[in-house]
Nanobody, 124 residues
């Protein structure tokens, strides 16, 4: 069982930056794919970025490409998301997810483990 705990959310003005972290309770060597999703109430999960923990391949949504950077530190079992040039449309609850099985990275249903989320609010 892998437990995921997000941190680093908060409120910033447009153009600002935030760094989200996702700490895993167990070695994520068991988890091949980790990702960040975001979701607004009543909406579906939107894949933001993902990383293969064993080889470092990364994926980004078009809306965040060039502004967000995902990374994974195996020594700390921690995934991070560096967010820059934040815009009001980035306002959402951000969730960390992990899976031990391969899946299309943006398929939320393919992830077995989820954190409880951390709120990001960007004001104009």
């Amino acid at each position: 069982q892998v437990q995921l705990v997000e941190s680093g959310g908060g409120s910033v003005e447009a153009g600002g930056s935030l760094r989200l972290s996702c700490a895993a309770s167990a070695s994520t060597a068991h988890s091949n794919l980790m990702a960040w999703f975001r979701r607004r109430p009543g909406k579906d999960y939107e894949g933001v970025a993902a990383i293969w923990t064993n080889r470092g391949d990364t994926y980004y949504a078009d809306s965040v490409e060039g502004r967000f950077t995902i990374s994974y530190d195996s020594s700390k079992n921690t995934m991070s998301l560096e967010m820059t040039s934040l815009q009001p449309e980035d306002t959402d609850m951000y969730y960390c997810a992990a899976t031990t099985f391969g899946t299309y990275w943006r398929n939320a249903q393919g992830y077995k483990y989820w954190g409880r989320g951390t709120q990001v609010t960007v004001s104009s």
